[in-house]
T-cell receptor
Framework: GNSVTQMEGPVTLSEEAFLTINCTYTATGYPSLFWYVQYPGEGLQLLLK?????DKGSNKGFEATYRKETTSFHLEKGSVQVSDSAVYFC????????????FGAGTRLAVHP | DGGITQSPKYLFRKEGQNVTLSCEQN?????MYWYRQDPGQGLRLIYY???????QKGDIAEGYSVSREKKESFPLTVTSAQKNPTAFYLC????????????FGSGTRLTVV
C-alpha cells in the first residue's frame, strides 16, 4: 500500500547550518507530495508541495524535489534559523478516489543559536 | 479570510464524561477530517467525511463519534468509551483534487482530569 517514511529525529543543528530531512515514499500511480510544518502547540501548515516528477517545491528558503526514480522528496534548507525549530511532516496524496493524505511520522528539528 | 476554526483551544474533561470538539470551516471544502496526535507522535486518522450526512471511520474510530449535518461543520465527540482521550486533536478540510493538500485548524488539546 501507500506509505511515507521519514528520517527519525530529533535533528539538532546550529543556526546557519544546512538542513536535510529525508523522505521516501511507496505509492501506486503518481501521487502529489507535500511537506507540512507544525510549530509547538499549533496545527499543521503547508510548507511546500510538488505534483509531478522533477517538480521542485519551494517556500521560505526550503526546497524539495520530487524524484520518481528514487521515490524521494527530501526537504532542504541552506541556512536554518532558530525560528525553523518545529516538527516537519512529509505526506503524499493517494491518487484516485477521494483526497486522502498519508503522513510520515514527523521529524523534529531543533536549531540552537 | 477563509479558514478552519477549532474550539476550544484547551479542554478539560472528567473521567466518564463525553465532550464535543468543534470544527468549522468557511473554505467551501467538501471533505473534512479529524486526527489525533499524541506527544512526540505522528497523526492518526479518527474519522473523515467527504460530503454532508456521510462519514467513514478512520484508523482509530473506537470511542469517538462525529456528525456532518452542515458542510461547514464537523464536530467530534469523545465518549467515555475512549480509554485514553488525553491528546491533541486536529481538524482538517480539503477539496476533492489531491494536488491541493489539506488545510488544518490550530487544534484542541484535551486533558482528562
Amino acid at each position: 500500500g501507500n506509505s511515507v517514511t521519514q528520517m527519525e529525529g530529533p535533528v539538532t543543528l546550529s543556526e546557519e547550518a544546512f538542513l536535510t530531512i529525508n523522505c521516501t515514499y511507496t505509492a501506486t500511480g503518481y501521487p502529489s507530495l507535500f511537506w507540512y510544518v507544525q510549530y509547538p502547540g499549533e496545527g499543521l501548515q503547508l510548507l511546500l508541495k510538488a505534483t509531478k516528477a522533477d517538480d521542485k517545491g519551494s517556500n521560505k528558503g526550503f526546497e524539495a524535489t520530487y524524484r520518481k526514480e528514487t521515490t524521494s522528496f527530501h526537504l532542504e534548507k541552506g541556512s536554518v534559523q532558530v525560528s525553523d525549530s518545529a516538527v516537519y511532516f512529509c505526506a503524499l496524496s493517494k491518487t484516485g478516489g477521494y483526497n486522502k493524505l498519508i503522513f510520515g511520522a514527523g521529524t523534529r528539528l531543533a536549531v540552537h543559536p | 479570510d477563509g479558514g478552519i476554526t477549532q474550539s476550544p483551544k484547551y479542554l478539560f474533561r472528567k473521567e466518564g464524561q463525553n465532550v464535543t470538539l468543534s470544527c468549522e470551516q468557511n473554505l467551501n471544502h467538501d471533505a473534512m477530517y479529524w486526527y489525533r496526535q499524541d506527544p512526540g507522535q505522528g497523526l492518526r486518522l479518527i474519522y473523515y467525511s467527504q460530503i454532508v450526512n456521510d462519514f467513514q471511520k478512520g484508523d482509530i474510530a473506537e470511542g469517538y463519534s462525529v456528525s456532518r449535518e452542515k458542510k461547514e461543520s464537523f464536530p467530534l465527540t469523545v465518549t467515555s468509551a475512549q480509554k485514553n482521550p488525553t491528546a491533541f486533536y486536529l481538524c482538517a478540510s480539503s477539496i476533492e483534487k489531491e494536488i491541493y493538500g489539506y488545510t488544518f485548524g490550530s487544534g484542541t488539546r484535551l486533558t482528562v482530569v
